[in-house]
């Protein structure tokens, strides 16, 4: 009998060593690890960015085309912009000769896209006086039709009215609201520069002016007249004169 052999008589089996882990499988879950941590930081990361704000300029109040603007015309706001933060005016990037491109309204940001140096614009102002007051739903930033009703060769008579300017944007509005007012309005009106020599020619002639709301108005009727008016500057022209009654 061997020392291999028990008491029994039976052969003891050898002891089995445990099996070694491969590399492979410990580099799985070390690259796991690293995955996770990796998904982690990306989402730490994301939502980092999205609450984090930069200071923009916001309109103080509506901003017309070719307005000069200045720090009175604007607020510092901080928002959280994300990507988009360089579409937007930074405060410093406020400086002399900036002007609005177009119509931006009262708290909405600045964008780089709307404004430019003032030899960019294409616009000025013409003021117009209305014969007959304009709805109250017109103020500055609205946009309105100009249309021109021209005299015709009988005197005291027009033609047939006709678009002058197809976008105008109010810049100020004055209504005359005294007592002894006969009614009426001064609008200033931007136009593109290319239009200023027809609003002229038609003031010339002595055409009558009108200016019609291009949204809200809902009515199809002819716009009531307005009287001629001037380029830049408060300058306001004075009512057409009231036509001669016949028989006199």
Known sequence: MTAAQGGTGRATPPQQRPARRRFWADARFVIGLVLVAVSIAGVWFVVGAARQTVPVLAASGTLVPGQTITAADVAVVEVALGQSGGSYLAPDALGEGLVALRTIGAGELLPTAATGAAEVSDRTSVVVRSSVDVPAGVDRGALVELWETPPAEQPGTF??????????????????DGVMAAGGAALELVIDRTRVSDVLAAIAAGSVLSAVPTAG??????????????????????????AEEDGE
């Open 217 to 242: 108005g809902g009515s199809a009727a002819l716009p009531a007249p307005v009287a001629t008016g001037q380029p830049m500057d408060d300058a306001v022209a004075p009512s057409a004169p009231p």
């Open 159 to 176: 033609g047939a009215p006709r678009i002058l300017v197809a976008d105008a944007v109010v810049a100020r509005v004055t209504r005359d």
